[in-house]
């Protein structure tokens, strides 16, 4: 088992940055990938970024890409999302995820693929 604690959220002007951080506890955290996921009004929950147990792989939405770098530090049993030039379509409720499974960097998009959930965090861009 491990816990999810994401924090960083908030309102932000267009243009501006953020920086997500997702505290895990309860379990080895180094051994889960780990993956964050957005969620806006009315829609389904989509990938955002995600990275391997060890940090050396990662993956993008092709909408963030360029803009969000995903990072973690395991001694700190923590991941990261630092989000800069954010856009109003950014806006949306913002989860990291655990997967305990081997799955390709490729396969961490999807998010049945996860195992554990944080309780997301609220990020609204303004124009």
């Known amino acids: 088992q491990v816990q999810l604690v994401e924090s960083g959220g908030g309102l932000v002007q267009a243009g501006g940055s953020l920086r997500f951080s997702c505290a895990a506890s309860?379990?080895?955290?180094?051994?889960?990938?780990m993956g964050w996921f957005r969620q806006a009004p009315g829609k389904e929950r989509e990938f955002v970024a995600a990275?391997?147990?060890?940090?050396?792989?990662?993956n993008y939405a092709d909408s963030v890409k360029g803009r969000f770098t995903i990072s973690r530090d395991n001694a700190k049993n923590t991941v990261y999302l630092q989000m800069n030039s954010l856009k109003p379509e950014d806006t949306a409720v913002y989860y990291c995820?655990?997967?305990?499974?081997?799955?390709?960097?490729?396969?961490?998009?999807?998010?049945?693929?996860?195992?554990?959930w944080g309780q997301g965090t609220q990020v609204t861009v303004s124009s």
């Open positions: 995820a655990a997967s305990k499974l081997p799955y390709t960097i490729r396969g961490l998009t999807d998010t049945t693929h996860y195992d554990y």
């Open positions: 990275i391997t147990w060890s940090g050396g792989s990662t």
């Open positions: 309860g379990s080895i955290f180094s051994i889960y990938h």
